[in-house]
């Protein structure tokens, strides 16, 4: 074969792979890597987009006071590190002895100790790492995280975890249906 040929040849084949690393960065994404796709999850009357790999759990908690309580427990990846598992919590509350506010829900917490620190987009951020709440007197616990809470007139719905930028991202995506 002739010298230029091949020189041509070769200088062919490396500006076609050139071209394919810088124009199409994500054309080998099936090795692994890339973003973390999510789903649409329906919850009571509104949608989450949470990943795909989320475990979801739902357990009900009725009463005859008029407090009835849907709580999600939701398992996935954490996001900074893909070998823990995070957990978040989605609570909807209902019922005449529910607050009538995103405001009493807060003071509420407030006066147990937490903090509020502002709000995120219609989601009121209520910090309550070190509260301590005795469920009996002798047992006795501490919470850590932040909740992120909303009042929809019935409704009052909360999200709970630890990564607040996790929250908030999961927030952003609040639809009612």
Known sequence: MDMKK???????????????????????DFFGGGEVKNQTYTFDGFTLDIPET??????????TEGADRQTYTIR???????????????????GSRIVTSVDEYVANWVSD???????HGDWTIININGVQKALTSKLTVTYSGYILAKHTGSKLIIIKGTDLNQLEKIADTYKEV
């Open 6 to 28: 091949l020189l041509a040849l070769t200088i062919i084949v490396l500006a076609v792979f050139s071209c394919m690393s810088v124009a199409s960065a994500g054309l080998f």
């Open 54 to 63: 989320a475990n979801v759990t739902k357990s009900n908690a009725s009463s």
């Open 76 to 94: 996935m990846q954490n996001e900074s590190d893909s070998s823990n598992t995070y957990t978040i919590t989605v609570t909807i509350s209902q």
């Open 113 to 119: 100790g937490a903090s509020k620190e502002g709000t």
